[in-house]
């Protein structure tokens, strides 16, 4: 496969997950610490939330500092069934007070994420136009939460058909990295309807992982993931120290296959001195 036309050197396509989606953060900031920056970003769900904020500029820790100092888990609407449990009516006011603008255009690293469009059935990759809305949307998780209506159409989470946005960019980059945060080995004692909705939304979307996982140069995978629920919101530090640890541990596998020169090896490992 010949990639020397294409326009970026590092890719990075982040998973949804709920609360899981903060060990996106600690994988960022572990590939910060070695110098490695993503050039184009790819997001569905919790990944789409962290990749915007991202892609707008924010450095990694500035955005554990905001999911820690918001509350997200307090921030959620819980409300009486209609289409959802919950909505997310009050994350509009967090993505305006750190985003400059609505609009991917004002984005310092190109990113995009996915949506379902419930009418038509289809996925739909949004990279263009007004960037809030799609980014509610895709966060969206069916039933749990309440769909979002643009335009007459109803949207939900973009991981009913893609849980791990790999394919959307994965012609823009040279080495892309992808990172999944719901880690599906097999459980036992799975009782009460959190749980049993836990792991009936994992194993749906981990249908079409193993086909990102292929389109993937380099996968982080961390099997701790699983120890994690939805809401687990309140266990931030924990969640995040995982992707940061787990990176970290593999970074010299990184630079192998990512064709690093020796002079770039020497130098980002000995940075971590």
């Not at 100092?69 to 289409?83: D, E, G, Q, T």
């Not at 006011?93 to 310092?108: G, S």
């Not at 990172?179 to 959190?194: A, L, M, S, T």
Request: some cysteine; proline content about 5%.
């Amino acid at each position: 496969m010949n990639t020397e036309n294409r326009p970026y050197k590092f890719g990075i396509a982040l998973s949804g997950g709920g609360a899981r989606g903060i060990l996106h953060i600690g994988v960022l900031e572990a590939l910060r610490k070695y110098g490695i920056h993503p050039e184009v970003v790819s997001g569905t769900s919790m990944g789409a939330l962290v990749g915007a904020f991202y892609a707008s500029g924010m450095k990694p820790l500035q955005i554990l500092d905001l999911v820690k100092s918001s509350k997200l888990h307090r921030m959620i609407n819980w409300k009486i069934p209609a289409n959802g449990l919950l909505d997310l009516k009050k994350l509009l006011p967090i993505l305006q007070k750190y985003i400059p603008e609505d609009d991917f255009a004002c984005l310092k690293t190109p990113f995009c994420c996915t949506v379902t469009n419930l009418n038509s059935g289809q996925m739909e990759v949004k990279s263009s136009g007004q960037l809030f809305q799609w980014i509610l949307a895709s966060a969206s998780i069916p039933v749990i939460f309440e769909p979002q209506v643009i335009d007459g159409t109803t949207y939900v989470d973009g991981g009913l058909f893609s849980s791990l946005p790999a394919e959307c960019i994965r012609n823009q980059c040279r080495f892309l990295i992808g990172v999944h945060v719901n880690r599906n080995d097999p459980e036992e004692n799975i009782q009460g309807f959190k749980a049993i909705a836990e792991r009936s939304f994992r194993l749906v979307f981990a249908k079409n992982v193993d086909e990102s996982f292929a389109l993937c140069d380099f996968i982080i995978d961390p099997p701790q993931t699983r120890l994690f629920n939805t809401f687990d919101f309140g266990k931030a530090d924990e969640i995040y120290r995982i992707g940061f640890d787990e990176t970290e541990q593999k970074i010299a596998e990184l630079f192998k296959l990512s064709n690093l020169d020796n002079k770039s090896k020497n130098e980002l490992l000995q940075s971590r001195n």
